[in-house]
Structure formats: C-alpha cells, structure tokens
C-alpha cells in the first residue's frame, strides 16, 4: 500500500505536513496525514471542521476571503495565525515557473529539509517538497507565501493555488453558492463567461418590462412619466436593467434541472443533491488531480450515497480530507486512514487493533472522551461515577463510556490508542496479567488510567461493606433478594436460602461477605463437576455482571458507605477526566 502511494504521489499534490498555530480553537496542532484518504473521527468541537478549513484557506483559489479576529485563538490577531504546509507537488501546478523561481526543499520523512549542497548524487524528485503558508495578519488580513530554503519568503499567487487545486465541500449551506454564478464560485470558475453579464443586460434592456405591469402599476407609471415631462426631465419611462455598485446580474443566474418536465433551481433540490452537485462542480474545474475537502460527509446524505461518495473517493488517485459523525461513513471507509482527534487538540492515528472495536462501538471513536471500561460491570459503575462527580448528562459533555470487551482486549485496545498519541480513558481489574504492559500504560495515562491495585471491581467493593449491612447489600433495587440468597445456598450446599441459615452455615459474616464476591464475579470453586461450572458462572448474572448491575453496584457504594474506602483511589480518576473535559478539580464526592 505505501508502496503504491509513492508511486502515485508525484501525480497529485500531496500535503505530507500540515502545521496550524493559533487558528481559532487550535492553539498549536503538526499533522502527518496519508497520501490518500485522511478520515478524521473526534467529539464536538475537538476542531476537526477547523483543521479542514485551514486546509481550504490556504490553498483558497481566489482571494476574496474575509477573516476576522474570530479566526484567531482567543481573538488575540496581535499574535498573527499561520497555516503552513508541506506539499509534493507535480510540474503541473507550474510551482517552479513563476516569475521567480521556487526552490525544493527536501523530505526527510517527518519534515521539510535544506538539500545537502555539497550531495553529488542526483536529485530524488519523489523527494522534492515545497513550504507554502498562509498567514492572518495583524490587521486581520491574509498573507500568502511561499517559503524558500533560504529563509525567504515570496508571494504565492492565486494562479499557483488554482494549479494545486482544491475541491471544498463544507457542512453547512454555502455550497449553494456554487450552484451560481456568483463571483469566484466553483460554477463562475467552471464556465469563466466574462462576457455573459453584458449579453444579459443587453437582452433583457432591450425587453419592455413595463408590459409585464399590472395595470394599476402602468397606470402609476404613466403617471411618473408625465410628471417627468412637466419637469422638463426624460420621458419615454420603462424598466430594465440598470445595474448597480456591487450588483451582478449573474449572481441571478444558476443551474436548473428539469424535475416532472418543470426546469427548477438546482438550489431547490435536496440538500444532498446540492452537495453532491457541488462537488461535481468543483472537480469538473480540475483537469489535473485536486486535493478535496469535504466536512460532514453524511450531511444530506442517506447512508447509501455516504457509501457511494466514500467508495469515489477512496478509489480516486488523489489525497482527501474527510470529517464524519456517522456509523455508516466509518464502516464504509475501507482502504482509508482513520485519525482521532482528542478533546485536546492531538491527533493520532488510529491503528488497525482498533478497527474491530470500531465497528462494534463506532460513538467511542465520535466522541470527545471514551473511557474503556473492562467489561459491563465496569461500564454501568463508571456510568454512575460520571453522573455523580463529572455531569448530569455525559453525553451532552461527549463523555462515552464503551465495554472493552474482557481484560486482555481492554489492554491491548488501550495500547494502541496510546501509540497513536491519543488519550483515552480505561478503568479494568487487575488479573494478574502482564503487568509491566498495565505498568507502561499507567505512566503514559496517568490518572486517567484506573486498574484495581488487586482484585476485581465487585471485591474492591464489597470487602468494605460492614458486617451489619451485608443483609441488605443483598437486595436488588427492587428491594428482593430470593436469587442472590438462592446463589448462596448452592454454594453452601444447603435447602434454606434464608440470610440467617446462609450465616450459620458459613460461620460467620466475614465467610458470607467472601461468599457474595464468589458468586458476584461467577467463581468456580475447586471440585464442582464440570455440568456444574456453567450454572456457578451464571451467578454473576443474578448479581452485578451487566450495565444496571454496575450502576447498581455503584449505588450501594455511596449507600453503604463504602466510598470513604475507595475515595483515594477513585477521586483522582475522575477529576483526570473533569480536566480532560476542561472542568476544575473537586475535591470531594458532590452531593446529590
């Protein structure tokens, strides 16, 4: 695959490294993106739509953008934004045959590189790179340059811009205009008719307007007329065209499409269809092979034509960015490189480990935190920390809570979003398994990574319920407990599941409390007969192995006082996550 990206990429422009400072939301953000599909998964204002349009800024095909101290982080134009870039770029785009020449720089695989002078070996094109960037200035105006290996910086035309080409398809409705020809939109760049407002003018000035009046209309036009001539001004008043400062004619003028035999404005279509024809647009404008931008690709979209567009342009030979929300976009992104954006503005790479979790529990990934809980205990708990210590509505946050599926998934899912640079969440027990791997995770998550110092959740928990409250820790929230005693008596190997003939026959409440844990994590003691370990395990069922078992066990936590015992251990993982949700630090458990 790399291979075949290589081969293909002195074809088409190629951004290898795209560099954003002090861009409205984006303090600072250096991205290495793919030669080819770049699909970018993150929460709500993680700044995806923003990467996007720094993207489209700076290789904006025209000059008619207006910026104001919004597009600065924290409004401060003083400290000026830049967009730079790193691009290979074929002869087409003529970047070496302006007026003054353009110098290559080289590509060391991370970064833009000065060539070695005194290096006799011929030069490598496919090695060959030129800096472009843009830059809001002080004044709230954009600079466009091209940075040489000198330390120069040039003028990058808007010529140059068009020749890279850029097909932009945004998530909102200004991709209408370019089903118009309003100046400088993709269908006035497509059919470039100078002249066209001229003919209009003449055709329609040479039309009486007038005739087209209601009669009490002409009848006040007439009037005005004779007024005119009493006042020894023009008579002979009609109506046509006369333009204006800041008026086009063609600005009126825009596709149509013959819809059950009526011709109506394409901007009356659906607002897929008008997307879609917007793109058609854009690229119908390139001969050559443009770089394309397209946020919210499900925006109007049923999930069919996300397939369909998605299938176009991973099959295209051209590099994409692509920004999503949607479960079928993801599942139909096959052949494209996936990349998370964290809630702190870090992007990284999603690794091929994380795929099948990413078509179980595609919203982890869509999310602003996911926190990876081991299993459905683990989710139902964390789900009722979040609600006490974090918000009242952690989805409204972007806060997901996703099961990792077993200890040893959790970990190695955990793992490789570490290594892409992207700081998720866990919370798992400690099995006793590969614990210099945890030990690793532990210092590159910090608090944000929660394993039992031994044990599993249920004995962390219920080894601190006292002794006088075990009765009632039995019950369900429906105040029963007949099964859960039921679960005891098996496991005692007695008739009466009574809690007074469960406690004589274990001997003591200290025995009956290692008792709940055997059969609220589904032990299997030694020497049951093996058509007998499936009914042991499904014990856990009957007590806290399920989301509103884990809420449930959440619950008891608080009502019995067990949270003293476990604040130290707990407090610190959660305000990991506040801050992470740029949220202050709490000090203690809130109220209700």
């Known amino acids: 695959m790399a291979e075949q990206e290589e081969a293909k990429a002195p074809e088409a422009p190629t951004i290898l490294r795209l560099s954003i400072e002090r861009f409205r939301g984006i303090e600072s953000l250096i991205w290495l993106p793919d030669p080819h599909v770049n699909v970018i998964l993150g929460g709500g204002d993680a700044g995806k739509t923003t990467i996007l349009d720094a993207i489209g800024l700076l290789l904006n095909p025209t000059n008619s953008t207006v910026i104001s101290d919004a597009d600065y982080w924290k409004r401060a134009p003083e400290a000026e934004f830049i967009i730079e870039a790193v691009l290979r770029l074929p002869p087409a785009t003529e970047i070496n045959e302006q007026r003054k020449a353009s110098w290559p720089w080289e590509w ?52 140059v811009r068009r020749k890279i080409g850029l097909i932009k398809l945004t998530g909102d409705d200004r991709n209408d205009r370019d089903l118009r020809l309003i100046q400088g939109s993709a269908l006035d760049r497509l059919l ?86 917007s793109l058609e647009i854009a690229a119908s404008n390139h001969s050559e092979l443009p770089i394309t931008v397209v946020d919210e690709i499900e925006r109007g979209l049923e999930p069919y034509r996300q397939r369909v567009l998605l299938r176009e342009l991973v099959t295209a030979p051209t590099q994409t960015f692509i920004t999503t929300h949607s479960v079928a976009a993801i599942k139909a992104a096959g052949g494209a490189s996936i990349w998370y954006l964290s809630g702190d503005r870090k992007i990284g790479k999603l690794a091929d480990a994380t795929t099948p979790h990413m078509m179980k529990d595609p919203e982890a990934f869509l999310t602003r935190m996911a926190i990876v809980a081991e299993g459905a205990t683990e989710v139902g708990f964390v789900k009722f920390l979040l609600l006490r210590a974090v918000t009242k509505a952690p989805l409204e946050l972007g806060l997901w809570v996703t099961d990792g599926g077993g200890n040893d998934t959790t970990l190695n899912l955990l793992e490789s979003l570490g290594k892409s640079g992207l700081k998720f969440s866990g919370f798992a027990d400690d099995e006793g398994r590969a614990p210099q791997r945890w030990a690793t995770l532990k210092g590159t998550l910090g608090d944000l990574l929660l394993q039992w110092p031994k044990g599993c959740l249920e ?24 099964e859960r005693l039921r679960t005891l008596a098996v496991r005692l190997q007695i008739g009466d599941k009574s809690y007074a003939a469960i406690l004589a026959a274990a001997g003591s409440p200290g025995n009956v409390r290692k008792l709940i844990i055997e059969a609220a994590t589904g032990a299997v003691p030694d020497g049951i007969p093996d058509d007998q370990k499936k009914a042991f395990k499904s014990h856990g069922r009957v007590w806290f192995k399920s989301v509103s078992g884990g809420f449930e066990l959440g619950s008891k936590m608080l009502q019995f006082n067990v949270w003293p015992e476990l604040e130290d251990q707990l407090l610190p993982f959660l305000n990991a996550i506040r801050q992470s949700m740029d949220l202050p630090v709490i000090a203690k458990l809130p109220d209700e």
């Open 459 to 482: 004995e962390n928990v219920i080894e601190h319920v006292t002794d006088g409250d075990l009765e009632n820790f039995i019950a369900n929230p429906d105040g029963e407990s007949g």
């Open 108 to 159: 060391d695989g991370e970064k833009a590189v000065i060539p070695n002078p005194d290096d006799e070996a011929p030069a490598d094109a496919s090695k060959e790179v030129y800096v472009l960037r843009v830059r809001g200035t002080t004044d709230c105006d954009l600079s466009y340059e091209i940075c040489q290996p000198n330390g120069e910086f040039d003028h990058l035309s808007v010529s």
């Open 192 to 277: 470039a008719d100078r002249s066209l407002r001229a003919k209009l003018a003449k055709e329609i000035g040479e039309k009486n307007v007038e005739d087209k009046l209601a009669d009490p209309s002409k009848e006040k036009l007439a009037n005005l007329d004779e007024q005119f001539g009493k006042q020894a001004l023009p008579t002979g008043l009609g109506l046509g065209l006369v333009g204006g400062r800041g008026f086009s004619l063609n600005a009126l003028i825009g596709l149509t499409a013959d819809k059950l035999d009526i011709r109506l404005p394409l901007s009356n279509w659906g607002s897929g269809t008008r997307r879609l024809a």
